[in-house]
């Protein structure tokens, strides 16, 4: 099924007419037992040297010699060995080759070098990597100005895929959407990413002195799309498990979908959401009440989506408050291949995943910000 380029037309492919055109795992109703996945390194200090100390960790890629870890808020990327030691600096705070600002989404490229998002210059970077050191080798800029972070992934003919809002050529303009990108910084496609009709996730417009601000119903569904190595790419809204599996030129590969209930907020998120949302509106002549939604009881079924290294995509579950996380990993031709469990606390989408080896991301209000490695 030929994915349209307009958001109008893309929309469509998440309805149920079209699902029926696809393959589906939604056969496959046994999930084998869990694999429980174990720490064994955890990288950042709350003090002490400079290198260990993270601001914000938003990507993480590893080799057989190197971990790579993007730190946004120092506008930072090292490189660290695989026991945790620092060995260098790969990029500083700055406008100039090589330098970054706002640093995101790590990940290895078709020829095995090392590739960032650097959203506050708007362009990607490629860095070669050698022995003890990297130079910045490449350049493309994006061609957009949405800057939300987003894996850094590539299409069967190496076009890096750029993430971000897109423009036909005939002028029209979409909403998010895949751009794909050639080394000489041409873009040779456009591939429109659905948004969620109306109605899938509750947004209040609260008029306020300067416009309008745009509210989610805190704890609520959410869209996610997800972005994979040679191009292949997901889309759900995470109020049901139904999730859409493409391939690069847009047509569909699979579509995910299973009957799951959400599990119940416990008091403690309830009170945390109540709060987030008081936050919101009190710099506005509003109140809970006016909102055209409240604190939901149950979280959507879906927490996120991401791919690993070998082209798997996670489907992420909502779990119980303090639960440990768990996912279905689908191989690509739509089974479903295993269920891979690991600590509360640590996000893998931002993370480097391979087929036994995971590098997440922990960082929140109560902890410091840390890569944790997990074997399974």
Not at 157 to 162: G, Q, S, V
Not at 197 to 204: D, L, Q, S, Y
């Amino acid at each position: 099924m030929r994915y349209a380029a307009l958001i109008a037309l893309a929309a469509m492919l998440i309805l149920p007419a079209c699902h029926s055109e696809a393959p589906s795992s939604t056969e496959y109703t046994e999930r084998p037992d869990a694999v429980e996945a174990r720490i064994d390194l955890e990288l950042g200090t709350a003090d002490g040297e400079a290198p260990y100390l993270f601001g914000r960790i938003t990507g993480v890629a590893a080799t057989d010699n190197h971990l790579f870890v993007a730190d946004q808020q120092g506008h930072t990327i090292r490189a660290y060995a695989l026991d945790g030691t620092y060995r260098f600096t790969v990029a500083t705070a700055g406008q100039g080759p090589g330098e970054v600002q706002q640093p995101c989404c790590l990940t290895l490229g078709p020829n095995g070098q090392l590739w960032v998002r650097d959203n506050g210059n708007r362009r990607y970077v490629q860095y070669r990597l050698m022995a003890d050191s990297t130079e910045p080798q490449a350049t493309i800029r994006m061609d957009h100005g949405h800057f939300r972070s987003a894996a850094v992934t590539f299409d069967p003919e190496d076009n890096l895929i750029d993430i971000g809002g897109g423009v036909e050529a005939n002028g029209t303009r979409l909403g998010r959407a895949r751009i794909h990108r050639s080394m000489t910084n041409e873009t040779v496609r456009t591939v429109g990413i659905p948004e969620a009709p109306e109605g899938r996730v509750p947004m209040a417009e609260v008029p306020f002195e300067q416009g309008l601000m745009f509210i989610p119903q805190p704890m609520g569904p959410l869209l996610r799309d997800a972005h994979g190595p040679g191009g292949d790419w997901a889309f759900t809204i995470t109020d049901r498990y139904d999730v859409t599996w493409f391939d690069a030129a847009g047509d569909t590969l699979h579509v995910l979908t299973r009957d799951v209930t959400g599990p119940e907020l416990s008091e403690e998120e309830r009170m945390s959401a109540r709060r987030s949302l008081q936050e919101r509106i009190d710099r506005m002549d509003v109140g809970l009440s006016d909102l055209p939604f409240g604190i939901p009881s149950r979280k959507p079924p879906i927490e996120t989506i991401f791919f690993d290294t070998d082209g798997r995509l996670w489907v992420q579950r909502s779990v119980e408050d303090g639960a440990p996380n768990e996912a279905d990993v689908y191989a690509r031709d739509g089974t479903l291949a295993q269920v891979v469990q690991w600590p509360a606390g640590i996000d893998l989408s931002s993370g480097h995943l391979t087929a036994d080896t995971l590098y997440g991301i922990r960082q929140g209000s109560d902890t410091f910000p840390q890569v944790v490695r997990l074997r399974y």
